[in-house]
């Protein structure tokens, strides 16, 4: 394992940012892969899981069961980790520009940006590196949330291979040509630059929720991904079937986020992974203690994907995502 730290100059004087980078060399000329944890610079279960997965990778490579090239970011986002308000790291979006850290990709190369802030270098450094892979990876997760995936619609076979690997219950397909993602902005500079063909694929996972960091989840996660790697023969490795049920399969678009139509107290009747029917009451919004409350009900059938992670909402917040599966 090499070590390679990059250096990205603050907006500020006096500052700077390291982004770790770790590279695995493959002894042979299988799939090569990219993996990055925390682009949004709070979200820890990708980067529990990816400690987890390093000792492995270092074994792999030592034996000489690495047969393709494992480039591994455990934090993306030092930009992000940086930025601290009341105590809590925010990490979704960059302080300075209110932009989502997960969102408005350059498209140009970093070394064409000099001039750009940090957060717009970083986004453009970390797609220069993940597009030299075949598969780029991006560990996210939800507030409350099943593991569950984010693909393009016509790598949706790859999807399920990752889906049974990492043993996800959601896939969810996105058919959308605006690269408004890490994932689909590395294919669209794939595409830009000709690399795109079967071989490639680049997915969102989303690691279940913010507080699903436990050393069996990261023991769990590494696992998936390690599984993956030798499903894909990244790794070299015999490893007996995985008894996984198929993932629920949804596009993008039927997952719909609920928004309150009050303010107050949020009571959830039901959990992630619930199935639901229409006009079923999700959650109470305690306005006034004794006198008001509204209730949010499904628009439609189908399976519970989110919650918040908090219980105070401000009007018009959203509280509940439902993918519409009839
Ligand atoms: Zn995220």
Redesign the pocket.
């Known amino acids: 394992m090499e070590t390679e730290l990059i250096r990205l100059q603050a907006d500020t004087s006096g500052q700077d940012f390291r982004l770790r980078v770790l590279r695995f060399q493959g002894s042979g000329n299988a799939a090569s892969v990219y993996i990055q944890a925390a682009?949004?610079a709070h979200?820890m279960p990708g980067m529990v899981a990816i400690d987890r997965l390093i000792p492995r990778l270092i074994e792999a490579e030592n034996s000489g069961r690495l047969a393709g090239n494992v480039t591994v970011l455990p934090h993306a986002n030092p930009v992000g980790l940086a930025q601290g308000l009341n105590g809590e790291t925010l990490g979704?979006f960059d302080l300075n520009s209110r932009v989502n850290f997960?969102r408005s990709f350059p498209t140009k190369p970093a070394k064409e940006l000099s001039g750009k802030p940090a957060s717009e270098r970083l986004k453009a450094t970390l797609i220069d590196i993940a597009i030299q892979s075949d598969v780029v990876l991006d560990l996210?997760?939800d507030d409350e949330g099943p593991l569950y995936l984010y693909v393009s619609e016509h790598q949706l076979g790859e999807g399920h291979r990752l889906a049974r690997a990492l043993q996800a219950s959601v896939i969810l397909t996105d058919t959308s040509t605006d690269p408004i993602s890490f994932d689909l902005a590395v294919g669209n500079r794939w595409a830009a630059e000709s690399r795109s063909d079967d071989a490639r694929f680049a997915a969102t996972v989303e690691f279940r929720g913010m507080l699903d960091v436990t050393p069996a989840l990261a023991e769990q996660d590494a696992e998936g991904l390690y599984r993956y790697l030798a499903a894909i023969g990244t790794i070299v490795d015999e490893l007996p079937d995985l008894f996984t049920e198929d993932p629920i399969v949804g596009h993008v678009d039927a997952a719909e986020l609920i928004p309150s139509p009050a303010p107050g107290a949020l009571l959830y009747d039901v959990d992630v992974g619930d199935w639901v029917k229409k006009g079923q009451r999700l959650a109470v919004v305690l306005s006034e203690p004794g006198a008001h409350h509204e209730e949010i009900q499904s628009p439609f059938d189908g399976f519970v994907m989110t919650r918040r992670n908090q219980r105070l909402i401000r009007r018009g917040d959203d509280v509940i995502k439902v993918l519409c599966h009839p």
Request: glycine content about 0%; hydrophobic content about 15%; some cysteine.
């Open positions: 682009l949004h979200e979704r997960n996210h997760c």
